[in-house]
């Protein structure tokens, strides 16, 4: 069974803090994906990655960087956190963009 | 555009009954399709794919799907559903293996009455 994990659980932030959310994969795949869920949206994708030092943009990429450091650990920054920023972002991970394994999700309030 | 649709934000089923929860999907050539399932407060498991062949995929948990190119739906099924089975479920649209991002629909949340 694959692995993601995510860190932290729970964040709470102010209105142009500075948050970094944590992903990692313990299962060598090549593919790592930052979303957010929002009620009404379903999962909507921030940012992907398809190895170490790449980085694709995804739908709602603005007020979002991301890193992909190592092939297990993919970073999401959010530099100048807005209160439209909070909510639950799920980090995953696949081979070849092929079924995605999930991590437990980050809570995120900007208040 | 590729899209996904679950008319359905709520459904709501006896213990026992059977469940069907819809879903339409917009795409230009032949999907890959998936079911995922929610349950409370943690991420996203892979219930069911299809990607080609017999048009009804079986699952975990006794679900299967049912994919309809005349129709562009990939309706998901239970026979009888437990308690355990309260949970938000997506469907969920690829354009292949290798051939892009998913696209989500925007979930249905299942309750079972006892």
């Known amino acids: 069974e694959a692995a993601v994990t995510q860190s932290p659980r729970n964040k709470v932030t102010v209105t142009g803090g500075n948050v970094t959310l944590s992903c990692r994969q313990t299962?060598?795949?090549?593919?790592m994906y930052w979303y957010r869920q929002d009620t009404g949206h379903g999962l909507r994708l921030i940012h992907y990655s398809y190895g170490a030092g790449n980085l694709q943009i995804g739908d709602v990429p603005d007020g979002y960087k991301a890193t992909r450091t190592t092939q297990e650990d993919f970073f999401l920054l959010l530099e100048l956190a807005s209160p439209s920023q909070t909510s639950l972002y799920f980090c995953?991970?696949?081979?070849?963009?092929?079924?995605?394994?999930f991590g437990p999700g980050t809570r995120l309030l900007v208040l | 555009a590729q899209s996904v649709t679950q008319p359905d934000a709520r459904v709501t089923v006896s213990e026992g009954a059977s469940l069907q929860l819809r879903c339409k999907y917009s795409y230009s050539g032949t999907p890959y399709l998936f079911w995922y399932v929610q349950y409370p407060r943690q991420g996203l498991q892979l219930l069911l794919k299809y990607y080609s062949g017999d048009p009804v995929v079986q699952g975990v948990n006794g679900f299967e799907a049912e994919f309809s190119k005349s129709n562009s739906s990939f309706h998901l099924r239970k026979a009888s559903v437990h308690w355990s089975d309260s949970a938000v479920y997506f469907c969920v649209l690829s354009g292949g293996y290798n051939q892009g991002k998913l696209i989500f629909g925007q979930g249905t949340k299942l309750s079972i009455k006892p």
């Open positions: 299962n060598s795949h090549n593919y």
């Open positions: 995953a991970s696949s081979v070849n963009q092929d079924t995605q394994y």
